[in-house]
């Protein structure tokens, strides 16, 4: 490496990075060696031992764990069916709800209607002096309506 101008000796870097690069081939020699022995060795490599009360302890451990997911598994199913019926229960009834509501608007609808020809009629009669007229006409339509709930109610209807 470098020589130094008063005797050619070597500096201290390259003496360390000698020795650590020796270092290192010794160490890999000896793994190489090791891994030799153990590869082409005539013994076979020791078994572990098994206690069998352990390993049966961890089986029945991993068959109650089997156990108790099988039993999550079916409570789920189980509260997925009825989680399903009752959505289903809940679409008939806003099903329900939704033609209620269009039958409400369609009848609110009508009595606007009526209303509207019934001012008309009240006008025309005030202007025409048969105020008293409408007035009872409106009177006989009320009692029939009421006589209808009458007979209704009387048979048991509600």
Do not use: C
């Not at 000796?9 to 020795?19: D, E, F, H, W």
């Not at 590869?39 to 069998?52: C, H, K, L, M, N």
């Amino acid at each position: 490496m470098d020589e130094d101008e008063d005797g050619g000796l070597t500096s201290g870097i390259s003496g360390g990075a000698g020795y650590i690069l020796g270092r290192m081939a010794a160490e890999s020699d000896q793994r190489m060696a090791d891994f030799t022995h153990r590869v082409f060795s005539p013994t076979p490599p020791r078994r572990r031992r098994y206690d069998a009360e352990e390993v049966h302890e961890v089986i029945d451990g991993w068959k109650a764990a089997v156990r108790s997911r099988d039993a999550t598994i079916e409570q789920l199913r189980t509260n997925n069916a009825a989680l399903t019926a009752e959505r289903d229960q809940l679409h008939i009834r806003n099903a329900q709800m939704e033609s209620e509501a269009d039958r409400m608007q369609a009848a609110y609808a009508d009595l606007q209607k009526r209303e509207e020809a019934a001012n008309k009629h009240w006008d025309e009669a005030a202007e025409a002096g048969h105020k008293d007229d409408f007035d009872l006409f409106l009177a006989r339509q009320e009692i029939a309506r009421l006589t209808v709930q009458i007979e209704r109610l009387t048979r048991g209807e509600n």
